[in-house]
């Protein structure tokens, strides 16, 4: 099935840090979105982006569907320890069957 | 308030017996979906339905079965025939259909253990 390549696959930062992920792929999305999981817990939505080169802000959280419409990234200013977990990207794809696809998530820890 | 109820949080099976995961939804939306997650992986999708009465196979359906008799339940049956059955399963639901509108919004999961 097609693939969804999300980076890094972890992060150690320290409290304050800003962090930037990204999630790319060889198909082309018309939806991206981007969740946060916390552990034993379902993931949350955070952003939902729509168009290319749409930059979407949900507080100290700021996302980019990518011009191609084969990339988005996610980052988040000033880390504070609430924003451990793991991050997810999901793209609607287009072409085929009409599903959301994930990227195998980001891991965010946080050194206080 | 508006949302996805998943039961039970925990469960535990022992080999060859079947078991049905309880997904409820209270936000009128005509979609829903069940994914699986194992450890350090992203979301694969197993069933998904888009109307009542009616569902599709995702990526790894095999193994499991599903209903959707009303458009607020949509259980999941992991049957015997599911090989490697432990594993954290999430349920989602969603507006139907038109591409674009398709922000999925997840419950709690349910942890299944196989003993």
């Known amino acids: 099935g097609q693939q969804l390549n999300q980076s890094p696959q972890s992060m150690f930062i320290q409290e304050g840090e800003d962090v930037s992920m990204n999630c790319t792929s060889s198909?082309?999305?018309?939806?991206w979105l981007w969740y946060k999981q916390d552990p034993g817990e379902g993931p949350v939505l955070l952003i939902a982006?729509?168009?290319?080169?749409e930059l979407t802000s949900n507080g100290r959280l700021t996302a980019q569907f990518g011009i191609t419409r084969k990339d988005s990234f996610l980052n988040i200013s000033a880390s504070i320890p609430s924003d451990v977990g793991i991050y997810f990207c999901?793209?609607?794809?287009?072409?085929?069957?009409?599903?959301?696809?994930f990227g195998q998530g980001t891991r965010l820890t946080i050194n206080p | 308030d508006g949302g996805i109820t998943q039961s039970p949080k925990y469960l535990f099976r022992k080999e060859g017996q079947n078991v049905t995961l309880s997904c409820e939804q209270n936000?009128?939306?005509?979609?829903m979906y069940w994914y699986r997650q194992d450890p350090g992986q992203g979301l694969r999708l197993i069933y998904y339905s888009q109307i009542v009465n009616d569902f599709q196979k995702g990526d790894i359906a095999e193994g499991y079965s599903v209903s959707r008799e009303k458009k607020e339940s949509f259980p999941l049956t992991v049957t015997s025939a599911q090989k490697n059955p432990t594993a954290f399963y999430l349920c989602?639901?969603?507006?139907?259909?038109?591409?674009?509108?398709?922000?999925?919004?997840f419950g709690p999961g349910t942890r299944l253990t196989v003993l």
């Open positions: 198909s082309i999305f018309n939806t």
């Open positions: 982006l729509y168009k290319a080169g």
């Open positions: 999901a793209g609607w794809i287009i072409q085929g069957a009409q599903k959301l696809v």
């Open positions: 989602a639901s969603s507006y139907a259909g038109t591409v674009g509108a398709n922000e999925q919004f």
């Open positions: 936000l009128n939306h005509d979609a």
